[in-house]
């Protein structure tokens, strides 16, 4: 199985601030990777599909970049409705594997 | 709109087995696939399988394959996941979601809280 590896696991920041999260993968995935948002209570959120093609009706604070193993998520201005846990997703082959999760909170 | 409801939270004993139900609505359900994906307490998401909508192929993970069984019903739009002999390490909250290309999957369902407990 392709394991998913983000980082950091937790982070605090302010509103207005940059936030950027990595996720690697354990081989090559070409860009099958997609970000999504998980608040407490809810189900997971598409943001990101195809590691850099922003979901229809997500703000476009949100972005994502990379290719092969490595990949990056930001959220350009943080906004108090950001506060939720962030997952990468594999898809480039079975099983669909995430990452550990990215738990975001504000300082 | 598009919409998958789950069906409810249910409470099992060990080695019972459980349905979860997936109606969905607002597209074409047969040009689609919907998977299954579990979150246990405090843990990352896991994928479990699933059932491309039009033709009934199935994809499981090795994980649960021989206790899984993903099935649908295209004239109710409506998918299904079957879990048998279950422990208490399958509590978790059980998703589904509609894959419109490879693994992206754009909605999903409410989720399904699945106690296993004696």
């Known amino acids: 199985d392709i394991q998913m590896t983000q980082s950091p696991s937790s982070l605090s920041a302010s509103v207005g601030d940059r936030v950027t999260i990595t996720c690697q993968a354990s081989?090559?995935?070409?860009?099958?990777l997609n970000w999504y948002q998980q608040k407490p209570g809810k189900a997971p959120k598409l943001l990101i599909y195809d590691a850099s093609n922003l979901e229809t009706g997500v703000p476009s604070r949100f972005s994502g970049s990379g290719s092969g193993t490595d990949f990056t998520f930001t959220i350009s201005s943080l906004q108090p409705e950001d506060i939720a846990t962030y997952y990468c997703?594999?898809?480039?082959?079975?099983?669909?594997?995430f990452g550990q999760g990215t738990r975001l909170e504000i300082k | 709109q598009v919409q998958l409801v789950q069906s409810g939270a249910e409470v099992k004993k060990p080695g019972a087995s459980v349905r979860v139900i997936c109606k969905t609505s607002g597209y074409t359900f047969t040009t689609l696939a919907i998977h299954w994906v579990r979150q246990a307490p405090g843990q990352r998401l896991e994928w479990m399988g699933g059932i491309n909508a039009g033709n009934g192929d199935t994809k499981y993970s090795q994980r649960f394959q021989g206790r899984v069984s993903i099935t649908r019903d295209t004239s109710a739009s409506t998918a299904y996941m079957d879990l048998s002999s279950l422990r208490s390490e399958d509590t978790a909250v059980y998703y589904c979601?509609?894959?419109?290309?490879?693994?992206?999957?754009?909605?999903w369902g409410q989720g399904t809280l699945i106690t296993v407990s004696s």
């Open positions: 979601a509609r894959v419109v290309r490879g693994g992206v999957c754009d909605y």
């Open positions: 997703q594999q898809f480039d082959s079975l099983p669909f594997t």
């Open positions: 081989q090559d995935i070409s860009d099958y």
